[in-house]
């Protein structure tokens, strides 16, 4: 991938975060609006905002009032990165098992670490992948998530969109240049979980591409693509 395309690749992803407001200017008007707090009362305020998208199992549970009573503790100086004592799973992290857009949302627009992980090393990344919630993986991937973290058994957000059939995160995860060769500690690959998932490389949409320090080109991609193509059909 050559240095014109990724000016193109960044300043897509640029305007996609202005038109979100998750550029950085939107992210820092919106945190000026926190109130600051003592560490004791953001810690029980973060609690609450815990406990209170526990409280919620399904999307449309997520009522308006639902949502203010979020900006509410949010903007009341509650610690969005609270985790509780049990995985050490946190708000972000919920929203994107639960597909809850809108509160994942307000904690991206309010500064929420995106590569925070709970006990297991599990990441909202890998969370969002695994579950199909398209729409927030593309959030978390604009905002620069690692792609490529690991949870405890060495699984990485691609692997986790395999092994639950989730062809769309797989799609995005692929484009976002996640690494193909990477082994767990099961010394599987990517091409070693079962699935039938395929390679969508040329259809994915131009906004969704982030940059990459480490970047690699269409054609080593594509190379890969064609030993696994190979592989599974020597395995047939």
């Excluded at 992210?27 to 953001?42: G, L, P, Q, Y």
């Excluded at 690991?150 to 691609?158: E, P, R, T």
């Amino acid at each position: 991938m050559n240095n014109a395309s990724l000016i193109l690749l960044e300043n897509a992803k640029s305007k996609k975060l202005e038109e979100y407001k998750l550029d950085e200017r939107s992210i820092s008007e919106f945190k000026d609006k926190i109130k600051e707090v003592d560490d004791e009362t953001k810690k029980n305020l973060g609690k609450e905002l815990f406990e209170l998208i526990s409280s919620k199992k399904k999307s449309s549970e997520v009522t308006d009032d639902f949502t203010n009573k979020v900006i509410e503790l949010i903007t009341n100086g509650a610690d969005i990165e609270y985790q509780d004592d049990k995985k050490g799973d946190f708000s972000l992290l919920l929203c994107a098992r639960k597909g809850f857009l809108e509160i994942a949302y307000l904690l991206l627009r309010a500064g929420a670490n995106v590569d925070q992980v709970n006990n297991y090393l599990t990441t909202s990344t890998m969370a969002a992948a695994r579950h199909g919630h398209k729409e927030l993986l593309e959030l978390l991937v604009l905002l620069g998530a690692d792609v490529n973290a690991k949870c405890f058994d060495g699984d990485n957000a691609l692997m986790s969109a395999k092994r639950h059939g989730q062809q769309e995160c797989f799609d995005i995860l692929i484009h976002a240049q996640s690494h193909l060769t990477h082994r767990n500690i099961a010394n599987q690959s990517i091409f070693d979980i079962p699935g039938d998932l395929s390679f969508n490389l040329s259809e994915m949409p131009i906004s969704i591409i982030p940059s990459s320090n480490n970047v690699v080109s269409f054609e080593d991609t594509q190379n890969l693509l064609d030993e696994a193509v190979k592989k599974m059909e020597r395995i047939k």
